[in-house]
């Protein structure tokens, strides 16, 4: 089964906010926000939405910037393999009031470069500063049926102009 997400980080000067997951994946860890696509849900709607429902902010279109792919292969106890292919995205301007919601609280600007280490996943840690700071990744994880990392791959992706 492969389902298609969205994670986004909202960037301002050299501060990025994350909040702490309260359901689903990734429970009780500092994160972006996001989550699953709906049926029938574009890109920028997924975005959208997402954001707006886990911590209030809004960002338009063109402030929308996709850089990265994470995908998450899940080897689940009972043999079935789930992949999660994420869209990782950083958004610079935005509007609206920063808010705790259901799925996230404690959202909180972060120094990039002082980020909370223990209150982020071991999957995040090897990854997230380099791409607050504006590499870009194609990234591979992979779980055993324990939930454990067997295979942490990040390629960075050079852009040619």
């Keep these: 089964m492969t389902q298609r997400y ?3 980080f909202f960037i301002w000067g050299l501060e990025v906010l994350l909040g702490i997951k309260t359901r689903k994946i990734l ?5 972006g ?3 699953k696509y ?3 849900e574009s890109f ?3 975005v959208k939405r997402e954001c ?3 911590c ?4 338009t279109d063109e402030n929308i910037q996709p850089s990265s792919i994470l995908t998450v292969e899940h080897q689940k106890p009972d043999g079935l393999l789930e992949i999660q292919i994420v869209d990782i995205v950083r958004v610079y301007e935005f509007s609206g009031k920063v808010i705790d919601s259901e799925e996230m609280i404690g959202n909180h600007w972060f120094k990039i ?6 209150g982020l996943h071991p999957e995040k840690s090897a990854w997230i500063k380099d791409f607050l700071l504006g590499k870009d990744f194609n990234i591979t994880i992979e779980y055993d049926s324990n939930d454990n990392i067997i295979r942490n791959q990040i390629e960075i992706w050079s852009w040619l102009f």
Excluded: I, K, M
Excluded at 27 to 31: E, L, P, Q, S, T
Excluded at 113 to 118: C, R, S, Y
């Design 44 to 46: 920028f709607e997924a």
């Design 6 to 8: 969205v994670l986004v």
């Design 27 to 31: 429970v009780g860890f500092y994160n």
């Design 33 to 35: 926000h996001g989550g």
């Design 113 to 118: 470069h002082n980020l909370p280490n223990e």
């Design 52 to 54: 707006f429902v886990e």
């Design 38 to 40: 709906e049926p029938g």
């Design 56 to 59: 209030g902010l809004e960002p």
